[in-house]
């Protein structure tokens, strides 16, 4: 016989209007657009506001907001003290573009999902970086999910979405490392090819060997007579395509084009950092409704259909409510957390990266500053650049570890890893630097790196060991 017992759970659910802005701090403001006009498609008390009525009706022709922040500038920059201005946008006109999560989610009506599938599928495609790969862990995705959506799903459900996803166009999509995305594009390739064949038993039996070009091993592991073959095989690996998203995004190798979601400026002294504003649609209240929801509230007597129309109204006038002042503490929080990140890197702002100013600075630092917990500055910085005096960098950029020099004072480990690219880039090649080579090089500069810090830290460069340097021009 069952007993019946009553349980006492505390759970943290999240208003309807905290998902909303949720959801609005991860849209890189070029994306606004096309977010905001789904958002007024679907919901009959929001329409798009004209040009002339903007400035009375549109949330995002609100009031400035202007935030200052004094602070000492830096003692090597002369100990004065200065501000930086918050404004509320700029505007930029560019090019229609139709960015790589347009053209993933055009295909992923061809899939057929089920409801619960599409948003799967639509946050994954959301998740996916410039270089079209999946960079978070699929943990961090359910949970997402879970606060944005209230899904309990599983791992299982959120990577069969993803597998359907990486069958999609570009080949190699939504690849969880390298290995992953270049064994995708094979298996679009003829399998009966018996070089294809090898190609995946490389990637997949001897991906590290593969990388670190050590050839006679890979012939070893996998027990191969046919040297000819190999180099075939390795040669279709070669004409694979390790970023399948920037080709996608409008972008290659030679010239990285990103769209600036903010703008620094730099007037006698005072750095200013303003929200770029790019031509969106306006939002504003549909007072045909409104009147509408007015008059049936009026009715001395109300039917069973005049009663669910004032109820689904209200439910819609709420939801345009949230995301009005979602779009309004968007822009205030995105400007907040851009300012404190100038305020953190101010030397880098004014200088620029080739003097070395770039500051150790973690989620944390960002987030002690505004008042808000990690997670949500990660989701802003997230697909987010800003457009200084010396080029359009991703906010990514300006997070990393610190290194401790000689004289104690700690710098980015971005300082280090340029100052090795440096190195390596004029080194001797026929006689390449060893990484305990390196190590002493830098110790002579202040930089005082264990060799297995600078390996981990060429590596992150993608470069080679120096017996793979050797003779490379």
């Known amino acids: 016989m069952q007993k019946l ?37 679907a919901n009959p008390l929001l329409e798009e506001g004209k040009e002339v009525e903007q400035q009375e009706e549109s949330v995002l022709a609100a009031e400035p907001f202007v935030q ?21 946008s700029r505007d930029l006109w560019t090019p229609a573009v139709v960015s790589l999560q347009e053209k993933l989610k055009d295909q992923l009506h061809l899939l057929h999902l089920s409801k619960v599938g599409y948003i799967i599928g639509e946050h994954l495609i959301g998740s996916l970086d410039q270089d079209g790969y999946l960079q978070c862990d699929l943990e961090v995705v359910v949970q997402d999910l879970h606060v944005l959506h209230y899904l309990e799903l ?48 490389v990637l997949s039996n001897c991906f590290e060997a593969f990388t670190k070009k050590h050839y006679d091993a890979i012939v070893k592991k996998l027990g191969l007579t046919d040297t000819a073959l190999l180099k075939e095989a390795l040669a279709h690996i070669a004409r694979l395509n390790p970023r399948p998203g920037r080709h996608h995004n409008g972008i290659d190798d030679t010239n990285d084009y990103l769209m600036p979601d903010f703008i620094i400026v730099e007037n006698q002294g005072r750095l200013t950092a303003e929200l770029v504003h790019y031509p969106v649609h306006k939002p504003r209240y549909n007072k045909k409704y409104l009147t509408m929801l007015e008059a049936y509230e009026h009715k001395p007597k109300q039917d069973l259909a005049s009663q669910e129309m004032v109820s689904f ?6 939801h345009a409510k949230w995301f009005m002042e979602a779009l309004s503490q ?14 953190l ?15 150790p600075m973690v989620l944390q630092h960002v987030a002690d500053k505004v008042g808000m917990d990690t997670s949500t500055i990660s989701r802003i910085v997230n697909q987010k650049s800003v457009q200084a005096k010396f080029g359009v960098y991703p906010l990514k950029f300006f997070f990393s570890e610190g290194v401790r020099t000689a004289t104690g004072e700690d710098i980015s480990n971005k300082v ?11 080194e001797d090649k026929q006689n390449p630097y060893s990484d305990e080579r390196m190590v002493a090089l830098l110790a002579e500069e202040g930089y005082h790196l264990a060799r297995r810090t600078v390996t981990k830290y060429r590596e992150q460069l993608q470069l080679p060991v120096a017996r793979l340097r050797k003779g490379l021009i």
């Not at 006492?8 to 096309?34: C, E, H, M, W, Y």
């Not at 101010?346 to 100013?357: I, K, S």
């Open 68 to 88: 200052d922040f004094s602070y000492d500038r830096p003692a090597d920059l002369n100990k004065k003290i200065y501000k930086i201005e918050g404004h509320t």
């Open 330 to 343: 968007r822009s205030q929080t995105l400007l907040k957390t851009m300012e404190a990140i100038v305020e």
């Open 154 to 201: 599983s791992l299982e459900e959120v990577e069969e979405i993803l597998t359907a996803i990486q069958r999609l166009d570009p080949p190699g999509i939504a690849a969880r490392n390298l290995q992953e995305c270049l064994s995708i594009q094979l298996q679009g390739q003829d399998q009966k090819d018996p070089a294809i064949q090898l190609a995946q038993r």
């Open 345 to 359: 890197q101010y030397a880098f702002f004014v200088e620029g990266e080739e003097t070395d100013r770039l500051k």
């Open 416 to 426: 280090v890893k340029n100052r090795i690219l440096e190195l390596i880039n004029s």
């Open 313 to 318: 109204l209200k439910k819609k006038l709420e």
């Open 5 to 41: 017992q009553l349980e006492q759970k505390l759970t943290q659910r999240l208003s309807g209007q905290q998902i909303q802005f949720i959801k609005l701090l991860q849209v890189p403001t070029v994306a606004l657009n096309d977010y905001i006009l789904k958002e007024v498609t």
